[in-house]
Nanobody, 124 residues
């Protein structure tokens, strides 16, 4: 049984920081490419960041320099450090995992496992 659980979201003022965590079970993270996606109300879900199993490659669709993705395979945990948050970052943030070793694409259908999301709200 695979479980993927995000945490760390909340309400923060613009300019603040949050650190999201994605804790998995029943999943050896060293075999999976991991990604963060987000979705704001009324908008399509979009990729945020991706990281390969050995951390040899990281990708940021947007916000490079403000966001940092990392992982701890021994703890089966994925992280997203978000700094200098802006109101447009407000969204539900999702953790996703897929087999393979590539961050070349942002195809949601390739991801085998998804969490339920953690809400990030950035106020002015």
């Amino acid at each position: 049984q695979v479980q993927v659980v995000e945490s760390g979201g909340g309400l923060v003022q613009a300019g603040g920081s949050l650190r999201l965590s994605c804790i998995t079970s029943g999943l050896n993270l060293g075999y999976y490419t991991m990604a963060w996606y987000r979705q704001a109300p009324g908008k399509e879900r979009e990729g945020v960041s991706c990281i390969t199993p050995s951390s040899s490659d990281t990708r940021y669709l947007k916000d490079k320099g403000r966001f940092t993705i990392s992982r701890d395979n021994a703890k089966n945990t994925l992280y997203l450090q978000m700094n200098n948050l802006k109101p447009e970052d407000t969204a539900m943030y999702y953790c996703a995992a897929k087999t393979g070793d590539s961050c070349s694409y942002w195809w949601e259908s390739d991801y085998n496992y998804w969490g339920q999301g953690t809400q990030v709200t950035v106020s002015t």
